[in-house]
């Protein structure tokens, strides 16, 4: 019996050792990944939109298909400033909080496999919140589909808009506009 199963055994290593096929074509290099970024400018938050406003993925104005597993990720425009005579956009992820006089002010987020919206929530009375945090406000939204998503899970961090760009190979200069009015 031990002189059968040691040869079988060998017989095993050897066969699966073996199981290494060619390599694949390597593909392209530096070029955007599949996915969408666009800019949603002027959103106002008002009480009679119960202080949120949404977007359907196929409405005209995006015209994009998203799955229910790809990672949605909306950015507020968060302020500029002036870097050597360039201005440059700060972009925080939502949820973001505002700290006011009066309260906490939230900017959030959902999202369903048609549809996302951004809305304001918080412990402040939304009704008295000043007119800088409730009307023109831009966000930057960046789908990444699922299976790019889930090859970068751990190693890219959301939170920073500029890691996402890198790791994404984000073209900025193209960007699509959509006009929230």
Do not use: H
């Not at 031990?2 to 290593?13: C, E, G, H, R, Y």
């Not at 066969?15 to 002027?42: H, N, S, Y």
């Not at 996302?116 to 945090?133: E, K, R």
């Amino acid at each position: 019996m031990k002189k059968i199963i040691m040869p079988l055994l060998l017989a095993v290593i050897v066969a699966f050792q073996g199981c290494k096929g060619p390599e694949g074509p390597q593909g392209p290099q530096g070029d955007a990944l599949v996915g969408t970024t666009f800019d949603l400018v002027g959103v106002d938050f008002l009480a009679a939109d119960d202080f949120q406003y949404g977007l359907t993925f196929a409405d005209a104005k995006l015209g994009v298909d998203v799955l229910e597993s790809d990672a949605v990720l909306v950015y507020i425009n968060w302020g500029t400033e002036d870097v050597n005579g360039t201005t440059l956009k700060t972009y925080r992820l939502l949820p973001q909080t505002a700290f006011l006089d009066n309260g906490i002010l939230t900017y959030n987020t959902d999202r369903t496999a048609q549809d996302f919206s951004i809305f304001l929530d918080g412990t402040v009375n939304l009704n008295t919140v000043i007119a800088d945090y409730t009307r023109d406000q831009d966000f930057r939204v960046v789908i990444i589909p699922a299976d790019f998503a889930a090859r970068t899970a751990g190693q890219v961090d959301y939170s920073d808009y500029n890691a996402v760009v890198k790791a994404y190979n984000i073209d900025e200069s193209k960007i699509k506009v959509v006009k929230a009015n």
